[in-house]
């Protein structure tokens, strides 16, 4: 397969760029950021993705959707990183709507319409640590009636205070650290016994530490089979890694263009700096790394999007080469900016930020690293 994009891809690229360029520059961050805005995000302007039929690129033709894969989503989520667009596209239409294909069809009935209206925001709620560690899943599930109690907590879970629908790890058997015995959920707004707590990350974003106090749900909330939830979340996980690496990549992509732009335009000792050849080597240095990350994800892409069984692997890859190479990239941005850089008047701080959060989401380089390092013996 080749490591560049179709016509029609190029299209879609076109197209989500402009338009996430004009509705949801960094500004439009900045003024949800200054308004301390309690959802995280803009509903008018996720209701505007819906209309441009973003938030169905990975749901099926059968049930309205687009039925595209893994490359067309990274598509928009690059632009929702050069942009620094706070969004629920990620956990919504890429995370819930991968849980909601191994669920059943009436969950996918409720689902999918809401989804595709811009009108349900979703949520993951997986990690229960500072750090991403999947199969340390504690969170119990019981049975109770004709159904299951939820009991333990969730943190970092994006949008979790503000989601219609929360697709939930839990344990039903086994131990801690256990991949076995690990059931995934549908859990709705508004359960009994669920509580939200919001907090503001390092980028103002908004993540929740969510409490299940005996939350109850019916059988029918389970997702895929009981005791079986690791493989339907795996691909959950491979779905919202390669995403997170593709809007690393936008991150990465847009703290570099202002950084070269920066060094076209600021002079220093009567001409500009980028003529310096210091800088020069440093900013060629950026662009071959950000070339080779950018040929890592989009071939994790391809993989998940033909099914093949290095799909996994390739997306551990693109996610610790994303990370890297975009930590690069705002670490550059503002070093080459000086002292300004840091300042709120210049934009590249927020990449710097928003570049930091990513690079945890769903595993880090370390995290990545460690995963391929076992699967090849060591």
Do not use: C
């Not at 080459?336 to 927020?350: K, P, R, V, W």
């Amino acid at each position: 397969m080749p490591l560049f994009l179709d016509d029609e891809q190029t299209m879609l690229r076109d197209s989500a760029r402009a338009f996430v360029g004009e509705t949801a520059p960094v500004s439009h961050m900045r003024s949800l950021r200054d308004a301390k805005d309690p959802n995280g995000y803009a509903p008018a302007l996720w209701k505007q993705f819906a209309e441009m039929g973003f938030t169905g690129i990975l749901i099926d033709e059968a049930h309205g959707g687009s039925g595209l894969g893994a490359v067309e989503a990274g598509v928009v989520l690059e632009e929702i990183g050069r942009n620094l667009t706070p969004s629920p596209f990620l956990a919504t239409a890429v995370g819930a709507v991968e849980a909601l294909n191994a669920g059943s069809a009436a969950q996918r009935e409720r689902w999918f319409p809401a989804i595709l209206a811009g009108d349900a925001v979703a949520a993951l709620a997986i990690d229960e640590r500072a750090k991403h560690r999947p199969a340390s899943t504690a969170l119990r599930a019981e049975r109770s009636g004709n159904g299951f109690k939820l009991s333990g907590t969730k943190r970092f879970v994006t949008h979790g205070h503000v989601a219609d629908l929360l697709v939930v790890a839990a344990r039903t058997a086994g131990a801690a650290g256990e991949m076995d015995g690990i059931t995934l959920f549908a859990v709705e707004k508004g359960a009994a016994g669920l509580q939200a707590k919001p907090e503001r990350l390092a980028d103002a974003s908004l993540a929740a530490a969510i409490d299940f106090d005996g939350v109850r749900v019916e059988a029918d909330a389970v997702i895929g089979e009981i005791d079986a939830g690791w493989a339907p979340l795996t691909r959950v996980l491979n779905g919202v890694r390669v995403g997170a690496s593709a809007e690393l990549l936008g991150v990465g992509a847009g703290a570099m263009d202002m950084t070269v732009g920066y060094l076209k335009e600021r002079k220093q000792f009567g001409q500009t700096i980028g003529a310096f050849q210091a800088l020069q080597h440093r900013a060629a240095h950026l662009y071959s790394e950000m070339e080779v990350a950018r040929a890592a994800v989009l071939k994790a892409q391809q993989l998940l999007d033909a099914g093949d069984a290095r799909a996994e692997e390739a997306v551990m890859v693109a996610k610790a080469m994303a990370g890297l190479a975009t930590t690069l990239a705002v670490q550059e941005g503002v070093q080459m900016h000086g002292g300004i850089g840091m300042t709120d008047e210049y934009s590249i701080g927020f990449y710097m930020k928003r570049g930091r959060v990513l690079a945890e989401m769903f595993g880090d380089a370390d995290y990545h690293a460690d995963q391929l390092a076992r699967r090849a013996g060591y």
